[in-house]
């Protein structure tokens, strides 16, 4: 199948101007001034005019409950995630994690979950491990798990919060150090993606002092959640100087949670601050559950990923490419798919999105497939 896109406003996620964009067998061929295709040469072949479009690469979501997350009893669990959810949020690639809730959600039904959004044309990924420590695992071990299993890239955890078991230093130090043997011994980018509660700075201080002592990249820790408070913000800003990675959640923001930072507003800041701008990306959390300070359940959208996007460029008056860059290119480095996914280039695989110049979604394309077309969401599976 060939697919020819022309004349949309590029981004790379920086600036390209005006190009053609040529598709051919799922990955990106070819992106010049003007690319025509030879009448009657291809069997299958598409153009579509997008003089009126803005042409970015397909968002990456780290942090999606595709089960659903529990924490509200019973009748509180969330649900699973969509496959018209994940489109309408403009993502092509997401990780799914596990939260809380390791009794009626596993790993093997993450696993299958992760399996069937890949069968629909996400490029569908996963965690092991959970918000509990110490992280459950498929194959009885971390290291094993991110060895042998290709949809695993990474090992989740959880810190700081009430319920959860407050880990020995010790034995975070051992989580850190078998992620990293991981990494060696496979040769594959992998990270520990870690929840971190609203007033847990503490805990940032002893990762870095885990990774001073052991010599281990700071790259390779995640902190989630950081606009969770304007003091978690600041002292992530600290990590990130350093070399770590953070990543602000676009479900977590005024009024909801009253005393956090709205997630457009936090890039804002984290920029002007100095921070590194590839050390910073956004995830959703979406189909989480959570109960607000008044007391009222909430279900998180995946949608406020596009939203914030949004709100970066149209509210806090920051540039596309940085804006666009939090949520496509910086997760793709984090997660070693630099390479192939997080930015328009030749060779790359064809996961992209159209917007109207108001920045509303129209369109979305994952490895050459049209997931979305004309605001129309494919049907790619019963009940989907």
């Known amino acids: 199948m060939v697919t020819l896109i022309k004349g949309g406003h590029l981004y790379e996620p920086t600036d390209l101007g005006c190009k053609d964009l040529l598709?051919?067998?799922g990955k990106i061929e070819k992106i010049a001034d003007d690319i025509s295709l030879p009448e009657g040469f291809f069997r299958e072949s598409e153009v579509v005019q997008a003089s009126d479009k803005l042409v970015f690469p397909g968002f990456i979501d780290q942090h999606v409950h595709i089960l659903g997350g529990g924490g509200g009893g019973p009748l509180g669990q969330a649900k699973e995630i969509a496959f018209r959810q994940v489109v309408q949020s403009g993502a092509t690639t997401l990780i799914g994690t596990l939260g809380m809730d390791t009794v009626s959600?596993?790993?093997?039904?993450?696993?299958?979950?992760?399996?069937?959004?890949?069968?629909?044309?996400?490029?569908?990924?996963?965690?092991?491990?959970?918000?509990?420590?110490?992280?459950?695992?498929?194959?009885?071990?971390?290291?094993?798990?991110l060895m042998l299993v290709d949809e695993i890239v990474g090992v989740k955890t959880g810190l700081g919060e009430p319920p959860f078991r407050r880990p020995e230093m010790g034995e975070l130090e051992n989580l850190i150090t078998e992620a990293r043997r991981a990494v060696l011994l496979s040769g594959r980018q992998s990270v520990i993606h870690i929840h971190l509660a609203a007033s847990a700075m503490e805990w940032i201080e002893s990762i870095e002092s885990i990774l001073d002592r052991r010599g281990i990249p700071y790259s390779q820790i995640v902190i989630t959640h950081v606009n969770r408070s304007p003091a978690l913000l600041k002292r992530a800003l600290e990590y990130a100087r350093k070399g770590g990675a953070i990543d602000l959640t676009t479900c977590v923001r005024p009024p909801e949670r009253p005393h956090s930072v709205k997630p457009s507003a936090g890039l804002k800041y984290y920029l002007q601050?100095?921070?590194?701008?590839?050390?910073?990306?956004?995830?959703?959390?979406?189909?989480?559950?959570?109960?607000?300070?008044?007391?009222?359940?909430?279900?998180?959208?995946s949608t406020t990923m596009v939203e914030e996007f949004r709100d970066c460029i149209l509210q806090e008056g920051i540039p596309i490419p940085q804006a666009l860059a939090a949520?496509?290119?910086?997760?793709?480095?984090?997660?070693?798919?630099?390479?192939?996914?997080?930015?328009?280039?030749?060779?790359?695989?064809?996961?992209?999105?159209?917007?109207?110049?108001?920045?509303?979604?129209?369109?979305?394309?994952?490895?050459?497939r049209w997931l979305m077309r004309k605001s129309e969401i494919a049907k790619v599976a019963p009940g989907e």
Request: charged letters at 20%; aromatic letters at 8%; one cysteine or more.
């Open 327 to 368: 949520i496509t290119r910086n997760a793709a480095r984090r997660f070693g798919m630099a390479k192939e996914r997080g930015s328009l280039q030749e060779g790359f695989y064809a996961d992209l999105s159209l917007f109207d110049k108001g920045l509303e979604l129209t369109d979305l394309m994952a490895g050459g």
């Open 23 to 25: 598709i051919v067998n």
């Open 105 to 145: 959600r596993s790993l093997p039904s993450l696993l299958v979950k992760t399996k069937a959004l890949r069968q629909c044309g996400l490029n569908a990924l996963m965690y092991t491990g959970s918000l509990v420590f110490p992280p459950a695992t498929l194959t009885g071990s971390v290291t094993s798990d």
């Open 273 to 301: 601050e100095g921070g590194p701008p590839e050390g910073v990306t956004f995830s959703s959390d979406s189909n989480s559950f959570r109960v607000l300070e008044n007391g009222v359940v909430d279900y998180t959208r």
